[in-house]
């Protein structure tokens, strides 16, 4: 079998032009081989080259999405033609694998490659409710730094990144008074989609806690004086 696998696998390496990517029938004999094992274990009879051929040329997807498996499991620099390969035909492996994939793209200057792996991540990663300000994606952990680009980000940073301040005034003109009593004694709140207290924090959620500067103190405690003044009633 392994010399009908090399034959194989130099056929289907130039009919699909796979040079383009990089890649020579050795780097695919491999994939080849376990299609044609797995092949001619289901026939009577010994396949032929070009039957083999046809078989895995109707399932060009598939192949493909085994190509793009082999090239991150490989330890090697990848190309733009691979990162692209990997992104079109594996999108959920490339979802899974964005953090790797992006110092590729970025080391490349694919700034294509880079936006749609942003989408894979939300899609197929393990995106969370904070978007990071240094490479855009949804990739912020509690202890603030950045599962994608590796970023240790700052408070403010991520602050001014969600729009924190406009996120604040909501909260505070929309949640109820002994909630924002107990962002202001707790001096912290926590923030995923929105703004809360700490006691409305799920389990196992990837919200951040963020600290109240004096000026948001202030802003909090306004609300609630013009609230215990009549002139802006509490909403429940």
Not at 42 to 71: C, G, H, Q
Not at 120 to 146: E, M, Q
């Amino acid at each position: 079998m392994e010399s009908v696998s090399r034959e194989v696998a130099a056929i289907v390496a130039e009919r699909l032009g796979l040079d383009y990517y990089g890649l020579t029938p050795d780097d695919v004999r491999d994939i080849v081989a376990d299609i044609v094992q797995g092949i001619a274990a289901n026939r009577a009879t010994k396949p032929s080259i070009e039957s083999l051929v046809k078989n895995i040329l109707r399932n060009k997807d598939a192949f493909l999405k085994a190509v793009a498996a082999m090239l991150l499991e490989r330890d090697k620099p990848l190309t733009l033609e691979q990162l692209e390969l990997i992104v079109s035909h594996a999108p959920q492996l490339a979802g899974r694998a964005a953090p790797r994939l992006y110092r590729e793209a970025v080391r490349l200057g694919a700034d294509h490659v880079v936006e749609a792996l942003r989408g894979l991540w939300r899609l197929y990663g393990r995106p969370t409710p904070i978007r990071c300000p240094r490479c855009g994606f949804h990739s912020v952990t509690p202890d603030l730094t950045c599962m994608v680009c590796g970023a240790s980000l700052g408070e403010e940073e991520v602050k001014e990144a969600i729009g924190f301040r406009e996120m604040l005034a909501l909260f505070a003109r929309s949640a109820h008074p002994h909630l924002i009593r107990e962002a202001l004694r707790a001096g912290y709140v926590v923030v995923d989609s929105e703004v809360k207290p700490p006691s409305l924090r799920r389990p196992g959620e990837f919200a951040v806690e963020l600290y109240l500067t004096r000026e948001e103190r202030r802003l909090l405690e306004e609300e609630l004086k013009r609230r215990e003044d009549g002139s802006h009633p509490a909403r429940a």
